[in-house]
């Protein structure tokens, strides 16, 4: 008898796509093309200064663990300090957030997002680089922020000022 399940999915420590988003480095682990779109899940390294700003995306939950390091999570709910082993997720229904590393020392978050989708706008976002690479974080000048704000519309998010949620 033939077996007819799915096979088990594994990526290698080096393996799968890793992007350099404004400075910080996002390896992604599977995508929705590998899960029918139920979900994704990115590894990202996130120097000192770096995080995404405020933005919100009201039809996806996004899931963050600490794997080392620690990172500011700001939402209009308030303001939370994850450190190591912390687990945060934000709920589908648009609440602002952004998270920033304010340390002196690299960040590491295990992402995962319900359903698949962020990946995609990381894809057209970003720039390829090899696993581990580290592009300097730059200022998006008036052309690269309309850029992003038209691709993050495009895949179901909001993107606001950096001042949004103080």
Same mark, same amino acid.
């Given at each position: 008898m033939k077996n007819t399940k799915p096979a088990p999915i594994t990526i290698g420590a080096q393996d799968g796509e890793s992007l350099s988003m404004v400075g910080n480095n996002?390896?992604?682990?599977?995508?929705?093309?590998?899960?029918?779109?139920?979900?994704?899940?990115?590894?990202?390294?996130?120097?000192?200064?770096?995080?995404?700003?405020?933005?919100?995306?009201?039809?996806?939950?996004?899931?963050?663990? =600490? &794997?080392e390091?620690?990172? %500011?999570?700001?939402? *209009?709910?308030?303001?939370?300090?994850?450190?190591?082993?912390?687990?945060?997720?934000?709920?589908?229904?648009?609440i602002v957030h952004s998270f920033k590393n304010k340390t002196d020392k690299m960040?590491?978050?295990?992402?995962? =997002? &319900?359903?698949?989708?962020? %990946?995609?706008?990381? *894809?057209?976002m970003g720039t390829p680089i090899a696993t581990g690479t580290f592009l300097p974080a730059t200022k998006p000048d008036a052309d690269m922020l309309k850029k992003m704000q038209q691709l993050a519309e495009k895949h179901g998010q909001q993107l606001f000022p950096p001042d949004y949620l103080d």
């Open positions: 996002y390896r992604i682990l599977i995508s929705g093309k590998e899960t029918g779109g139920e979900f994704a899940t990115i590894d990202m390294l996130v120097p000192p200064g770096g995080g995404p700003g405020p933005h919100a995306h009201p039809n996806i939950q996004e899931t963050f663990y =600490v &794997v390091g620690e990172v %500011e999570v700001k939402s *209009e709910a308030g303001v939370y300090i994850a450190q190591k082993g912390a687990f945060i997720t934000i709920p589908k229904g648009g960040a590491h978050l295990l992402c995962t =997002v &319900v359903p698949s989708g962020l %990946e995609e706008m990381f *894809e057209e």
